[in-house]
């Protein structure tokens, strides 16, 4: 069989990449459902882009690359196709979009777009093998415990990232870019939560608060959550991205206050408090009893001096913790790095070393903050591919 494009991996990326592409082009993907990600994203409603959208918001080798297919197929293109499609939405936080209903909407708009532009689709098809001639790609395909071989002109990795392996998630678009001698940025998990020692924060777990979590290259003011095994919550996730192992983050445990001059007006109205009555005025009573022994908040707020308020505060306003690690790909909502972006082209993602090859959505090395901007890029990139076919 031949076609003349052949997209490997029917989720974001790879369905807005076909409805562009337009006919001849054949999609197949080895799970049973399309979109699987989109279905459970955004807690099944899909925070399909964000309001802010933009380069700033992205982790990459290369910070520039993202920017051209972001600028020609926008949050509001997006947006557009979503009206059209008569699906209601709402704008959350942070100018995250949501549906109104749910996130199985985004998946059956696309697979519209792409019975629209006569696309087909194989599900529950296995990719055997690859391999790329004069004449382009032989890929060797098993479905319905059939060997199928099917040629095509172009080949689009869109299998995505290593995130949750239980969905499916596999390493194929890296293995394949490896095969045609495409360079890697090493994958690693992103968007985690951070795990600890085993019990350090286990009477806290369940406690949620609006943190500043940050390091030397970002900081995220969002709730921070704590879980029998360690850190979440959105600050948490965001931060994770920048994070490296055996670094420390700084966590703000009252963002926009100052501490310091909560203890000092203590101090000067209520003098025989306990400091740590004070500082439960404004941060949750649990979270103050754990850190009561660290600060020795001992005696009275009036015997504390100024040298001590302001110790005290600092050490709550720049909360030093180092991670054990990281919950890994189990819960990981993005893969870290992948295909370079030194070997493709930002405005087609074609691997200019091999012509007829491209690479999109997670597997290549772009990765999106928290809040609908993974989802952009892959409609920014997949429509910056389709339309380049
Ligand atoms: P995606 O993973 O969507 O698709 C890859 C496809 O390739 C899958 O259909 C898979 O089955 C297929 N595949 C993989 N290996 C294969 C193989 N060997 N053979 C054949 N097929 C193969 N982002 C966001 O912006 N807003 C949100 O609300 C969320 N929420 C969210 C929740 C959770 C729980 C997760 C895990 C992730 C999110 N994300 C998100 C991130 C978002 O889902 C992700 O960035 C995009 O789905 C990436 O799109 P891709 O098309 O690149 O990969």
């Known amino acids: 069989m031949f076609v003349e494009t052949l997209i490997l991996g029917a989720g974001a990326a790879g369905m807005m990449c076909a409805a562009h592409a337009g006919p001849g082009t054949l999609v197949v993907d080895h799970a049973k459902a399309p979109g699987e990600k989109i279905r459970i994203s955004g807690g099944g409603r899909c925070n399909f882009t964000n309001m802010g959208v933009e380069p700033g918001c992205f982790l990459s080798e290369n910070p520039h690359f993202c920017k051209s297919a972001l600028a020609r197929y926008t949050q509001w293109d997006f947006l557009d196709l979503v009206q059209r499609h008569g699906i209601a939405w709402h704008e959350k936080t942070l100018g ?10 985004i998946v059956a708009m696309l697979m519209r777009e792409m019975q629209d532009a006569g696309v087909e689709l194989w599900l529950q098809t296995a990719v055997l093998s690859v391999e790329h001639g004069p004449d382009g790609f032989t890929v060797r395909l098993e479905r319905e415990g059939r060997e199928v071989v099917v040629r095509a002109r172009r080949l689009v990795l869109a299998t995505g990232g290593r995130s949750i392996p239980k969905m499916g998630a596999t390493g194929l678009a890296y293995d394949i870019s490896r095969q045609f001698g495409l360079e890697l940025v090493t994958p690693r998990p992103g968007l985690v939560p951070f ?9 806290l777990a369940g406690l949620a608060l609006p943190v500043r979590a940050g390091n030397g290259l970002a900081g995220f003011d969002e709730a921070m959550l704590f879980t029998h095994r360690g850190l979440s919550g959105p600050a948490v996730l965001q931060i994770s991205s920048y994070w490296h192992e055996g670094e420390a983050v700084q966590v703000d445990l009252a963002p926009g206050q100052d501490l310091g001059a909560v203890l000092r007006a203590a101090r000067s109205t209520r003098g025989r408090q306990a400091p740590a009555t004070a500082l439960a005025q404004v941060l949750p009573q649990k979270l103050v009893a754990h850190l009561a022994g660290a600060l020795k ?58 012509p007829g090859l491209y690479a999109i959505g997670e597997a290549v090395d772009v990765t999106g903050w928290l809040g609908g901007y993974n989802f952009q890029w892959a409609w920014s990139s997949g429509a910056a591919c389709g339309r380049a076919i």
Request: negative net charge; proline residues 3%.
């Open 96 to 105: 995250q979009l949501f549906c109104d209903g749910k996130a199985t909407q």
């Open 297 to 354: 908040l001992d005696g009275n707020v009036a015997d504390l001096s100024d040298a001590r308020i302001d110790a005290i505060a600092a050490a709550l306003h720049r909360w030093e913790l180092v991670p054990q690690g990281t919950e890994g790909y189990r819960t990981a909502e993005v893969t870290l790095g992948g295909i370079s972006t030194a070997a493709l082209s930002s405005k087609t993602m074609e691997a200019a070393a091999v």
């Open 195 to 203: 795990t600890f020692p085993e019990g350090r924060f286990a009477e």
